[in-house]
């Protein structure tokens, strides 16, 4: 694809996916507003809560996910998680950029179908398995 095409097509993308961006810029508000931080990191703007890595028995440390990504917003409980998961997330960054706020239902549906075919809402979702696949690993592989 050429230059301006392909630009064309990413800024296309980038409108498609911003309702899901806005509603990760809002899940990341209060990270900052907690001495959280902030940085780009290619299509994508990271939220972390710790710099470094987050303490242990921290609020922080106990959620049941280390980053979570919400259209071109990738949330993180700290940098070191970011660093360990972003070409997981980058992955889920591209599949909003193509899906848009679609994403929102069929994130969850593929678990619901990855679920009743019992392989696990998360690790069977078809989502997570293109993320792996690319990426080469998960969250929980990725340490």
């Known amino acids: 694809m050429q230059a301006p095409v392909r630009r064309l097509a990413s800024l296309a993308g980038m409108a498609w996916a911003l309702p899901c961006t806005l509603v990760g810029a809002l899940l990341g ?10 940085r780009r990191c290619g299509l994508a703007v990271e939220v972390y809560l710790h710099e470094g890595t987050a303490p242990a028995g921290s609020r922080a440390a106990r959620l ?17 998680e970011l660093d360990r998961l972003r070409l997981h997330e980058h992955v889920h960054v591209r599949q909003y950029l193509w899906f848009g706020p679609l994403f929102f239902v069929a994130y969850p549906l593929a678990g619901l179908v990855a679920a009743l075919r019992g392989r696990g809402a998360h690790a069977g979702n078809a989502f997570e398995r293109h993320a792996v696949r690319l990426s080469g690993a998960g969250p929980r592989d990725a340490a």
Request: charged fraction near 0%.
């Open 29 to 38: 508000l209060p990270v900052l507003l907690a001495g959280g931080g902030v």
């Open 64 to 80: 049941p996910f280390a980053a979570i990504t919400l259209g071109q917003v990738i949330v993180g409980v700290s940098t070191a």
